[in-house]
C-alpha cells in the first residue's frame, strides 16, 4: 500500500506520525454496485495529486505525520472484519494516533465505533449519509451495511445529517429530533447551529459518501438524488471542528470508476481538509 499524499518518508513513519489512515478493502454485504473494496487505494492513489497547503488555514497539516498502515485483509465474514477494525482501531488509540478508517462499504465502521466508544466517554457519533441505515438486521445480519447505525446506536449517541432515504420500518427507530434530513437543510444554514447543540464534547465523524449529491460523487454504490455539495459539507466539517473535540472519523463507500477519477481525488481532498480542520482551526 502507498502511504497517503506519497509524503516524503520524514511524514509518513509510524513512531513520528500523529494521524494513522487505516484502509479496510472490504465489500462483502453490498447490495447494488459493487466495487467499494477498491475504495481505499484510488484514494490514495489519488492523494498523490494534492496540493499540501491549505490556502484557507494557511497551514501544512500533513507535518504532522501521516502514517498510512497496511490494510485489514480479514473477510472471512462481516463480523470477522469488525472485530478485526476494531482491534486495529483500539491499538491506535493506545499509541494516541488520530485514526482514519478508509473503506470499503460502510459496515467498516461498526470496529471503529466500539473503539472511539471505549476510548471516549461522552461520546456522540455523528452520521453523514443519504440512508438511515438503521435495520436492526437485514438478510439476517446485523452487521449488513444496512444496520451500521443501528449498531452504533447501542454503542453512544447519534446524530444523523443528510438523510433522504430509508425503508418504513426505520422510521420507528430514528429519533426525529437527531435527524437533519435532506429536504430540511436545502439551502439554509441554520440547522447547522442546531446540530452543534446537539453535539456532545467528543465526536466520532462517519462519512457516506453517498450524502453529498451525485453530481459531484457519482462513483458509490448507491447513489441518492439531491445531497449536499462541496462547500456545504466542509462548512459544516470546520463549525464541528471549532465546537467539539473530533476524535477520529472514517470515509466510506466510493467506488472507483475508471473513467472518472475527479471523485476519488475528492474523497483525498475530502480527507485533507477535514484532518485540517481538526488540527489547525480545531479545538485541542
Given amino acids: 500500500m502507498k502511504q497517503y499524499g506519497d509524503l516524503p518518508k520524514e511524514f509518513t513513519a509510524f513512531e513520528s506520525s500523529k494521524i494513522v489512515i ?14 467499494s473494496d477498491k475504495g481505499p487505494k484510488a484514494i490514495i492513489d489519488s492523494s498523490a495529486n494534492l496540493e499540501m497547503y491549505d490556502i484557507d488555514t494557511d497551514s501544512e497539516v500533513h507535518k504532522l505525520g501521516i502514517h498510512t498502515a497496511e490494510p485489514v485483509t480479514e473477510a472471512s465474514s462481516p463480523e470477522a472484519m469488525v472485530d478485526e477494525v476494531y482491534n486495529r482501531v483500539k491499538a491506535l488509540y493506545k499509541k494516541k494516533k488520530f485514526p482514519v478508517i478508509l473503506g470499503g462499504e460502510h459496515t467498516v465502521s461498526i470496529g471503529a465505533f466500539k473503539a472511539a466508544s471505549e476510548q471516549f466517554s461522552d461520546l456522540t457519533i455523528l452520521q453523514f449519509d443519504a440512508h438511515a ?6 438478510k439476517g445480519s446485523k452487521f449488513d451495511h444496512h444496520c451500521v447505525m443501528a449498531r452504533a446506536s447501542e454503542m453512544a449517541p447519534v446524530v444523523q445529517v443528510g438523510i433522504r432515504s430509508m425503508s418504513a420500518a426505520e422510521r420507528e427507530d430514528i429519533k426525529p429530533d437527531r435527524v437533519f434530513y435532506a429536504m430540511q437543510i436545502y439551502d439554509q444554514s441554520t440547522w447547522m447551529y442546531e446540530l452543534l447543540n446537539k453535539l456532545s464534547r467528543n465526536v466520532y465523524i462517519t462519512i457516506d459518501l453517498d450524502v453529498l449529491n451525485p453530481s459531484i460523487m457519482a462513483s458509490t454504490g448507491t447513489p441518492e438524488p439531491g ?3 462541496w462547500f456545504d459539507i466542509i462548512n459544516i466539517l470546520k463549525k464541528i471542528s471549532e465546537q467539539v473535540n473530533i476524535v477520529g472519523f472514517d470515509v466510506t463507500e466510493l ?3 475508471k473513467e472518472n477519477k475527479a471523485p476519488d481525488y475528492l474523497v483525498a481532498k475530502l480527507i485533507y481538509t477535514l484532518l485540517t480542520y481538526k488540527f489547525v482551526t480545531g479545538i485541542k
Avoid: F, Q
Fill in 22 to 35: 487505516l484502509p479496510v478493502p472490504y465489500d462483502g454485504t453490498t447490495t447494488w454496485i459493487k466495487g
Fill in 133 to 138: 441505515d438503521m435495520r436492526d438486521e437485514y
Fill in 227 to 229: 445531497g449536499m455539495n
Fill in 255 to 257: 467506488v472507483p470508476n
